[in-house]
Structure formats: structure tokens, C-alpha cells
């Protein structure tokens, strides 16, 4: 019997569509900042959590921002025993879950925070992943503004926490009360009946960068149709009504104050309206006794916030600095994250109130958009390389790798095969500035050579010939081997 | 037209089976277990990669360990183009892909660490759970020796990292190859024709513990029959094949140069077997140059290593002081995790050596290994709380709040509705030490209250009438308002 020649059936290596893999640098940097906001959020006595990926999909709910598609997007599959189970696409949801399960074991307020990955299963495009992580602040239990007011000010301070300065950030607050009461008085009831409406009309306010005053007045009213012919529908106010929402969206004056001044003639009568404004003095008043003034925290009517469920106090954080693209264009970075009051997503697992706000943030959002700032650092140094001059002195060089990461430095032995030229390359294209080299002979003599290869490149460059440079062998010192951690000290120090 | 009232359809609240929530201690413990890896890792000059939760399921390829059962084992669906995705079942296989696809990118040896959740399509079980958190390191492109002790070294200063003493683990390693060569002069040829042979006798040894040496030499042999009736295939090894393995498996002395020393003899003039013992004598060097003694690393030959893609030096951390559970019986911690060198994995894309060595724990059986083992310290503090006795005066209740986190202290204002008697209930569920109370009177006068709750439970306990209590307050101090902080500081200390 003759055995068949097998052919290779080698699968192809690669991501996912939509998914991405964080390199080291991209990695530590958003480690940073999650540690930076739990720092803030454990400050605040906030406690984690962490909620599985799954959840079922109808403990889920469907409250992805685009609303017209129902359970596309998210990743989805059936158990074993027939059950849908949905990846997270928030870790809202979960939390709303979590707490109606475990509703009488928490002590209330239940204030916890939660970093994770979240899954939306839409098209990918250009800085558009399928798989992203979100950092989370929520209290439960909690009704008044005082926690509003808390969620605010750490959302704030996560912003200081990560490094970014006054003046970099600020936090606009407004209220969806404000406009149910705006347009209860122009006759959109403020019950289930106003709801489509209420949501168009949010959906328009959220277009006013977009499409301007003009384009947002046809959206409140009749609809628009836009330049590749689409026809939207309109909320369909009356002449007054698309007045008074337009107006809302610019009555912001320059401090808190006169904001809720500008907000109490507006609102008119409606008990809903006045509450909204309440609350908003409530916050000021918070804010202002622990000093956080209105280039911290603003309110602004023109924030909406996307998502339906939100039923109070609306928040973004929005990134200031007039920031350029490669090409020295300016670029809207915009809102980072942000949050609010929604006081319905606990209470439909048990049927009763259960009021809730939260802060939620993207954490690579937030990464780009301080990258365009500048205002990142690396902090991690590459480490300090052993090359393998004599492989029957290996134990010799795990012995100076220990000794070094002892005094706090990163060191590692080259554990490839190479020779002494295949090393440099390596040490290199790692970036590593201190490369130690050390044969029999030194051995004998006690000593190491330390070669600084960043110095090393710069001073290549002005040396012209090969044998000058051999003899000079700049960047490059014999060191006592007794001496090694400290000369490694100092030259990085210098 | 009436409306048709609407029934409440209310989803139930549950946690998908055989996932978890993990509140504040566990998460807390999980993170500093990783963090505490970490370090080991950025100092040995690893870096770190954040692969995504999906691969595509031919990358992913199917080595669990229960191969019996490929596919069945992982979370698939089928993506909108028709592809599968699999969300990972370990971290190896992610590394594998990602190496292959970045191949010419990355300087070689590429030695990255990730932590990360990986998921398992399986029957849940007590303690067993579909998504749990694995922590990896590897190098790949580094063929050597020096890479395998690399990794031995890094697992055993993990543990020391996260906080066990000497004596509490042990990282005990074996060659593949020794078996190999073994079988080899025992006729099992080296090649694919002896695969299925050299697995059955790899899970053979590997049921040492639970069968004895009886049961494995049946399992070695014609097969088994178990106490169910279900009968288990031998590997049919002859009979001087089956005292050599079982001597093999015996053959570890009490240092690890005598060990090596009795396995030359066994593996007599089998290149590989020779190649093996090799290997050993080559990380001891290193070992002992480090000054890494067997008391932290020692050769074991009765180690196995689940896995069927290893192919030289393998080895599992054990955890080693006697742990008796709840009801005082021994438990067997037996291993938190383990390596070993598998030069075949990325090969299969690239249909060339790719040699590759790693480590990998799992989080939550170190955590639980550790919390039996008593070596488990809460180092989070809970928050000083601020009671509101007067809703009119929460902005100063956030202004002291906001004092006492400057100082490095948590601190929480209540944000709930309840009364004093209601939050002071809270606080006690909440773990909470020490409680601030201020009214109108004492702000006039420039003094708060400061309660130790901890204190005032025990001291409850030794008064008698209700009276008493009043008229002592005790574990209860005024003090002045701008002290507040310098009298917190001074309460936690003492």
C-alpha cells in the first residue's frame, strides 16, 4: 500500500475584520488610563465590578444608538440548551442585570466601576472597531442630583487624572427635562404618546454642528431632504414649537448661573421644566462649593446625548484644543464619552423605580484624541540588552540581567541564535539604547563593554571612514563588571 | 378606537450559565495578581500585545486539550460574509496567528505577555466556569535552551511576585523528548507513525496520581476497565517498553544535576533522548548561575502537560504547602498553570520552523490556590463616609470629601435618600470604618463629628442599657472642622 502524499492545507494568517491587534506602546498607554480614571473612581469609594462577556439577549434589551436595527448589532449565538446569548455591547446593560439580580444583597447606592471590552457587530471602517473598550462609572439607587452632580465631577476629574490639562477638557451638562417641558408647553404631551417625537427631536438638536439651524429647523418641522436625495422625516412642530426648541439649543450664557436664569423663561410652566432646572442648581451648587468652575464643567442645551434612555441630567466631556490633522487640518475630536440619569433601565427587570446615573467613556477615544493633543507620554524604557558574545557564558549573562532588574531596570538576554551583527539589528529595531557586551577575555579581566547605540548612531553619522571608526570606537566604555549596574545607572541618568 | 392595555413583559434577570460576576475583592486580587506578572515581564524586556477576542476559526485552529471533541469546544458564529469566527479558547493560538501575519514586522526573538479572558463551549461545573482570565508569556523565534530557562525562571519569580513565599511552589520541569526517546528505543518509531502511541501513553502518565502505577501500567498495556465499566484502549506497548516508561517516570532524584545524570542512562543511545538530557544540563547552567536552586525549579519526570503541541521541555507550577478546605480535608491545589516549548504551532501557516516556547497561569485558580494557601492580603482601605445629615448642606459635605481624597484617603458623600439611621445601615454593610456628621449647630461652630463604627460595635457589646450608650457616646469624637483630615489620618492609624 502506497500512503498518499499529504498536501499542505495551511490556514491564512489574519485578524478578523474589524478587529485589532494593540501593540505595546498602544497597550501601556490605555492600561494608563484606566488605571488614571479607577484611581479617581476608587477615590470616590466606588467599588468593581466585572460582568461577563455574555448576557442573554433578552436580559440585554435593544438599546444600541441606532434604534432602527434591533439585534444586528450585536454578536449573537444560541447555547446548547436554545438560549440567545449576546457579547455585551455595553456595560450598561450588564450592570442593570446584575444589580435587579442581586437587587437585595447590595447595599444601595450600589456604586461600582467597570472597564471591558464591548462588542457591536456593524460595519468596520477606518478607526471603526468591532471590539472596543469601554470604561464605566454608574451608581444605583441613587435619585437626586447629588449623584449627578458626583458622576459629573469625576468624569471631570478622570480627565485631570489622565494628564490632561485645564483648559484641555470640559464637561457639558444639560438636562432632558429642560426640553420635555419645552415641548409639553408647545403641546408635545410628556408621555409615552410624545415619545417618537421627543425622539426626532433629539435626533435634530444632535445634527446642529452637521447641518446647521436651517437644516435642523426642516428636521423639526416637515423633514429634509439631503444632497444624495434621501428624504428624512420631520418631527412635525408647529412654527412656535421649532422657535422655542431653537432657541433652547442656544440659551447657554457664560456661567452656570445665568444659564438656569436663561432656562427659567424658557421652560414656562412646566412642572417638568422647572424640575429640570432645579436640578440644575442643584449641581451648580455641588460644584461650586468644591470649586469646580464653569471652564471644568458647563451647561450647555445644545448636548444631547444619543441614546434613548436617558431621563435626566445629560453629559458629554469635550476635548478643546484646537487640534490639526497630518495634513494641518483641523480635526473635530468631540465628545470622548459622557453620561447621565436613566431611570428606567433597572426598573424593567423588576417593575418598580430604580434610579440610576452613570459616566461611560471610550478608552481609545480618549488615547487618540490625546495623542493629537500631545499629551502622551511613554514611560516604559526599552531594556537593557545582553548580547550573547559566548554562548558558554549564558549563565554568566542571565547572571547580569538579574542583577540589574534587582536595582528596578528592564534587562534581557538575547535568546535568539545570531551573531554579534544579527544582534545589534535586533537591539535596534527594539529600540534598546544600552547594549552589553562581554567575552572570555573580559571575563578574565573582570570587565564589560557598555555600547550606548543611540549615542553610537548620532556619532556615526559624522565620522567618515571605516577605520576611524574602529579606532575611536566612540559611545562605547569598558566598564569594571563589579561596576555594571551602576554604569548602566549613569549612563541612562546623563 | 381604544388602546389595548399592554401587559407588562418583563425579561428575568440571570447571569448566562457558567459565567460569573466578580465583585470588588476578587476583581481587585485578579488585577494585582496580573500587575504583579506584569513587572516580572516588562523587566525581563517582554512586551506587551492585546490580541482581540475573535479569530477566525481555521487560524484558531483545534488544540484543546480534550481533542476528541474539536469545534465542540469553542464559541463560533458565522460573520455576515459567511466566515466563522470563534472567540479564543486560550491565548497561544491568537500568538500564533499574529506572529504569522506580522512576520517580517517583528524583531525576532518576539517575546510579548497578555492577560486576557478566554472561552470555553463547555458543560459548566462547580468552580469551572466558560470564561476565564489566562496570563501568558512566550518567545517566539528563539530555538535555544536559554529561551526555555528564560521562561522557567519568569514563572518561578511570578510567584514570588504575587507574594508566595519559598517553600509554597515549585516549578517542575520535564523534556518531552526523554519520553520520545524512551519510546524510540522501545520501538515507538519518532515519527508521525508513533503519534496516536506517544499520546496515549503522555495521558497515560499523566493519570499517575489518580490511577497509581497498577492503573498505568494497564493503561500502558492491553488497556482498562474503570470502576464505571467503560474500558480505556491501551497503548500496547510491549513489556520491557512499559518498565522503562514507568521507571521514567520515577527516575527524578533529589537534585536536578543527579536527575539528569539517571535519565542518561535511561534514554541509552536515542538521539533525542540525548537531545533532551542536553537541554536539562543546558537551563540548569542557567538556573544555577542565577542561583536558582531546586527548591524553586526542580526536574520532574512525571510531568506531562495536557497539551499535545508541546515538543521539548514542558512544565507546570505547583503549588506545595498541605491545604485543608472548610470542613479540615487535605485539598489538592495540584497546578495553577505551566509551559513549555512548542515549535510547531506557528509553523503550520507559515510551512517553516517557527520554534516557540511560553508560560501560562490561570488568574482565578492562582487567586483561589493562594486564597487556601491564607497568603491573600485586601489592601483596599474602604471609603471614610460622610453622612448628610442636612440636604442643605451637601456642597459642604463634598468640599470635605474632596479634602480628604487630596490627602490620599477614599471618601463618599451618601447620595441616597435615606435618614441617618438608614445610612448608617449602609455604611455598615459597606464595610465602612469611619463616618463624618455635620448639622447646621456643629458648622456654626466650626467642629464635625467623627464615628468609628468598627470601634462602636465592639464597645455595644460590653453596655449594657440603651442610656448608658447615650450618655457615653462612645468610639465617637468632635473635632475641629479644619482638623478634619489630620483626625481621619490619625483614627486609621491607630
Known amino acids: 500500500m502506497s500512503k498518499k502524499k499529504q498536501k499542505p492545507n495551511r490556514p491564512k494568517a489574519r485578524r478578523p475584520r474589524g478587529f485589532e491587534d494593540k501593540t505595546a506602546d498602544v497597550f501601556r498607554t490605555e492600561a494608563r488610563l484606566i488605571e488614571a480614571a479607577f484611581s479617581v ?33 450585536v454578536f449573537a449565538l444560541r447555547d446548547d440548551d436554545d438560549q440567545w446569548m449576546s457579547l455585551r455591547y455595553d456595560l450598561t446593560a450588564p450592570l442593570a442585570r446584575y444589580v435587579a439580580e442581586n437587587y437585595d444583597g447590595l447595599a444601595k447606592p450600589y456604586r461600582r466601576y467597570q472597564a471591558g471590552s464591548v462588542y457591536r457587530n456593524e460595519k468596520p471602517g477606518p478607526g471603526r472597531f468591532r ?7 454608574d451608581s444605583v439607587g441613587a435619585p437626586g442630583s447629588a449623584a449627578d452632580a458626583e458622576m459629573i465631577m469625576m468624569a471631570a476629574d478622570v480627565m485631570r487624572a489622565v494628564g490632561l ?19 409639553e408647553s408647545s403641546g408635545v404631551p410628556n408621555t409615552e404618546d ?31 431632504e439631503d444632497e444624495s436625495g434621501d428624504y428624512t422625516q420631520g418631527a412635525k412642530l408647529g412654527a412656535n414649537a421649532i422657535k422655542a426648541v431653537l432657541g433652547f439649543t442656544v440659551a447657554s450664557g457664560t456661567g452656570r448661573g445665568e444659564t438656569i436664569s436663561n432656562l427659567e423663561k424658557l421652560v414656562g410652566t412646566s412642572e417638568r421644566g422647572l424640575a ?25 442645551t445644545s448636548i444631547v446625548r ?62 487618540s484624541a490625546m495623542e493629537r493633543l500631545g499629551s502622551l507620554e511613554n514611560e516604559t524604557k526599552p531594556p537593557i540588552f545582553i548580547t550573547v558574545f559566548d554562548r558558554s557564558l549564558l549563565g554568566q549573562y542571565f547572571k547580569m540581567a538579574e542583577e540589574i532588574r534587582a536595582a528596578g531596570m528592564r534587562a534581557e538576554v538575547y535568546v535568539g541564535t545570531g551573531n554579534l551583527t544579527k544582534q545589534m539589528k535586533y537591539a535596534d529595531r527594539r ?23 543611540v549615542l553610537g548612531a548620532e556619532m556615526a ?29 549613569d549612563m541612562l541618568a546623563s
Open 165 to 183: 490639562k485645564a483648559g484641555q477638557y470640559q464637561v457639558r451638562v444639560n438636562n432632558r427635562k429642560l426640553l420635555d417641558g419645552i415641548l
Open 276 to 300: 429640570g432646572c432645579q436640578e440644575l442648581r442643584d449641581i451648580d451648587t455641588i460644584l461650586s462649593a468644591v470649586g469646580m468652575g464653569s471652564e471644568r464643567v458647563a451647561f450647555d
Open 461 to 489: 553619522k559624522a565620522i567618515s571612514s571605516n577605520e576611524e571608526w574602529k579606532s575611536a570606537r566612540p559611545a562605547q566604555s569598558v566598564v569594571q563588571r563589579e561596576n555594571l549596574v551602576g554604569s548602566l545607572k
Open 431 to 453: 529600540g534598546i539604547q544600552l547594549a552589553v557586551i562581554m567575552g572570555e577575555d573580559e571575563l578574565a579581566r573582570g570587565e564589560v563593554t557598555i555600547k550606548d547605540l
Open 194 to 224: 410624545g415619545a417618537v417625537q421627543r425622539l426626532q427631536v433629539l435626533r435634530a438638536i444632535d445634527k446642529l454642528d452637521r447641518l446647521g439651524s436651517d437644516g435642523v429647523e426642516a428636521l423639526l418641522g416637515e423633514g429634509r
Open 131 to 137: 471590539e472596543f473598550v469601554q470604561c464605566d462609572a
Open 41 to 73: 473612581y476608587d477615590l470616590n469609594g466606588f467599588e468593581p465590578l466585572q460582568t461577563p462577556a455574555f448576557e442573554y439577549a433578552d436580559a440585554l434589551g435593544k438599546f444600541l444608538p441606532d434604534e432602527d436595527r434591533p439585534n444586528t448589532g
Open 306 to 367: 444619543g441614546l434613548g434612555y436617558y431621563t435626566g441630567p445629560v453629559f458629554e466631556v469635550e476635548l478643546l484644543t484646537d487640534i490639526k490633522d497630518r495634513k494641518g487640518r483641523p480635526v473635530q475630536i468631540g465628545s470622548i464619552g459622557g453620561g447621565g440619569r436613566y431611570d428606567d433601565l433597572v426598573s424593567r427587570f423588576r417593575g418598580q423605580p430604580v434610579p440610576a446615573t452613570g459616566f461611560s467613556f471610550g478608552v481609545s477615544r480618549l488615547l
